[in-house]
């Protein structure tokens, strides 16, 4: 325009004028007549403040109270806007500035659809919805729904999902209890299930004797084997209490290890064994076979074990239960080795392992590690097992197992209900510590006055003394030959019982135990040893 304000007045042909960027489009007719078109071109008129953006002039800028800085689009300078759900002038504080706007006080705009309640907030609104209804309530929102439409949504999303889980979780129930009955049967057959089936049913009247257990039945039985239930453990297993579902109450062995080479023999010990029918052996009830190693189920005794009674317990146990104690176990040691229908090897006779029940009657226990012995032989070969303390000698060094191995073991038995004292005991001296060696030591030194229990002392008769100590020293042999067999150790002892009935220990025996008393505190005097008659020869 170089500074003329009428340019069209000296040379038509040049207009100037200001005009919005792209709102002119030239065309030729306006070459005529140009004035009345510059007149309707649409002029925009763009500002800022200062020469700094936002961020350089935070801390002066001079936006007011609910607004907020922009950066201007000329490249300089800023601007101020309201902030959302006010209005107003930016620049200003107070009534003047930004204030907030009431969505709803404008009925004829009113932000909630749907019967929705409309209340205004700082800033903005809130729709709510009434009752039964769900939602935003907001025009541009979800609005508001009747409830049973989402109850209907939400209940067929979540049928939906349900649905799934469940058949998910019975899929994964079924292949778990699918491959727990094919590991129950996989242990049953390699156990030796199939072939206790046939001993079973060959043999006439077995079906009530050996029952075969479910895993279910037993783990009920024990409460999932609770260790409340424990009555006892070794080195062979876990002894629990278990009650059946008719009320009986069991002990149920939990055998840790089981030679794969012997299932055969296994089984058929099973077989035999429940066909024991004697009163003071524990009844063998059946076995289950379906977990890893078989469990055995027994009859249960309540009153714990001999070892607990003699060794442990507060009170002091009778000569005369100590003495019937011996004889029901020798006897069933006796029928164990000829009167079965073949002939077991207890292997581990034990105080522990014969338990007593309410009346004090004697139960051998626990044939873990028993041997069924061939009608044909009298002793087998086989991997020494057994107890420190009770193991005979000749089989450790031999390792042939024979009916005389029961026969020392029980013999040790003798000398702990004679002394009251523990098989192996670290109290005693080095040389001392096994008590049957301390035992034969003792009689040859006649030192029995710190030996034999002072109890049995006052309550035994001289003479039963006498003859039970003798029957303990022959049945501690070191020839398993020279000691007597079980049927003649029984035979003893019922014949030492016997005697104990017909001796009156009412008045006559007063001064005799006052006289076996006096004897057993003078050990050096050669009249103990005359009275004993015994000749203590290791090798007789």
């Not at 005009?19 to 489009?25: H, L, N, T």
């Not at 070459?31 to 403040?49: G, V």
């Not at 350089?56 to 806007?81: E, P, Q, R, W």
């Amino acid at each position: 325009m170089f500074g003329y304000k009428n340019v069209s007045d000296f040379y038509n042909c040049s207009y100037a004028f200001v005009a919005e960027k792209g709102s002119f489009r030239f065309v030729e007719n306006e070459l005529r007549n140009f004035s009345e078109t510059a007149k309707d071109m649409a002029m925009r008129l763009d500002w800022s403040i200062g020469n700094y953006n936002c961020s350089s002039a935070s801390g002066s800028f001079i936006c007011g109270k609910n607004s907020f800085c922009v950066d201007s689009t000329m490249g300089t300078g800023y601007l101020c806007n309201c902030s959302e759900g006010f209005s107003g002038n930016p620049y200003l504080n107070g009534t003047r500035g930004c204030q907030d706007i009431d969505e709803c006080t404008d009925l004829e705009n009113n932000p909630c659809v749907g019967g929705a309640r409309c209340r205004n907030k700082v800033p903005g609104y809130q729709c709510i919805c009434p009752f039964s209804s769900a939602g935003d309530g907001r025009k541009n929102g979800s609005g508001c729904k009747k409830l049973y439409l989402v109850i209907e949504a939400v209940l067929g999303t979540g049928l939906g999902l349900g649905v799934v889980l469940l058949c998910g979780l019975w899929f994964y129930f079924a292949l778990k209890k699918r491959t727990l009955v094919k590991l129950k049967e996989q242990y049953f057959r390699q156990n030796g299930g199939l072939l206790l089936k046939q001993q079973v049913s060959n043999r006439e009247g077995m079906t009530e004797c050996a029952r075969i257990f479910s895993y279910e039945e037993l783990k009920a039985a024990t409460q999932d084997y609770d260790k409340s239930r424990i009555l006892g453990s070794g080195g062979y297993g876990t002894v629990y209490k278990g009650i059946l579902e008719d009320g009986s109450i069991v002990a149920i062995k939990k055998s840790k290890v089981m030679d794969q080479s012997q299932i055969d023999q296994f089984i058929n010990e099973v077989v035999i064994l429940t066909q024991i029918n004697h009163r003071n052996v524990v009844k063998l009830l059946g076995c289950c076979l379906e977990t890893e190693v078989p469990t055995l189920v027994y009859e249960f005794i309540c009153n714990g074990t001999l070892h607990h009674h003699i060794h442990e317990n507060g009170t002091q146990m009778s000569w005369s239960n100590r003495l019937r104690i011996a004889v029901e176990t020798a006897e069933a040691l006796s029928y164990l080795h000829s009167a079965a229908s073949m002939p077991i090897f207890h292997r581990d006779v034990k105080s522990s392992n014969i338990l007593l029940d309410e009346t004090y009657t004697a139960k051998v226990a626990d044939f873990g590690i028993s041997r069924l012995v061939p009608l044909d032989q009298t002793q087998i070969p086989t991997l020494v097992q057994g107890t420190l303390g009770y193991l005979d000698p000749e089989y450790f060094q031999t390792s042939q197992l024979t009916e005389k191995s029961d026969v020392y073991s029980f013999g040790v038995v003798l000398v702990e209900l004679l002394t009251g004292q523990k098989p192996v005991s670290f109290e005693r001296s080095q040389e001392d510590s096994n008590l049957a060696m301390y035992f034969l030591s003792s009689l040859k030194t006649k030192d029995l006055n710190e030996f034999l229990d002072k109890n049995v002392v006052k309550e035994g008769n001289l003479e039963e003394l006498r003859r039970v100590t003798e029957l303990a020293r022959k049945c501690l042999i070191l020839k398993g030959d020279k000691r007597p067999t079980m049927k003649e150790v029984a035979q003893e002892l019922v014949n030492i019982a016997a005697f104990c009935k017909q001796s009156d220990q009412v008045g006559e025996d007063d001064n005799e135990q006052q006289w076996a008393m006096d004897l057993f505190d003078q050990a050096s005097d050669d009249s103990f040893n005359a009275a004993l008659s015994i000749t203590y020869d290791l090798e007789r």
